[in-house]
């Protein structure tokens, strides 16, 4: 089993910045993938950005440009730099991660408990 843990969320207004962290634990290993993904009130939960063990990295075209995801070389922690924060950008934020081959067309395995992100005047 893989644990994670998330930090960081909070209320921010309009046009802020906020960067949350997630650290993995247990039968993590280095190669996996790891992710964010969001998910607010009466919506389905999005794949936000994703990073590879090899920095390569995914965005949604909804975060594209504003949000960076990052890890630290060691590779069991991501990190999710969140720029010019919109109400839309409000929701749940969860950590996930796995084998590579889980990101396409699959569901990773391991996810955190999840830290809310509130973005209000």
């Known amino acids: 089993q893989v644990q994670l843990v998330e930090s960081g969320g909070g209320l921010v207004e309009p046009g802020g910045s906020l960067k949350l962290s997630c650290t993995a634990s247990?039968?993590?290993?280095?190669?996996?993938?790891m992710g964010w993904s969001r998910q607010a009130p009466g919506r389905e939960r999005e794949m936000v950005a994703t990073?590879?063990?090899?920095?390569?990295?995914d965005y949604s075209a909804s975060v594209r440009g504003r949000f960076v995801i990052s890890r630290q070389s060691a590779g069991a922690t991501v990190y999710l730099q969140m720029n010019s924060l919109k109400p839309d950008d409000t929701a749940v934020y969860f950590c996930?991660?796995?084998?590579?081959?889980?990101?396409?067309?699959?569901?990773?395995?391991?996810w955190g408990q999840g830290t809310q992100v509130t973005v209000s005047s």
């Open positions: 996930n991660t796995d084998q590579p081959i889980r990101y396409f067309g699959d569901t990773p395995r391991y």
């Open positions: 247990g039968s993590f290993y280095g190669i996996y993938t």
């Open positions: 990073i590879t063990s090899g920095g390569n990295t």
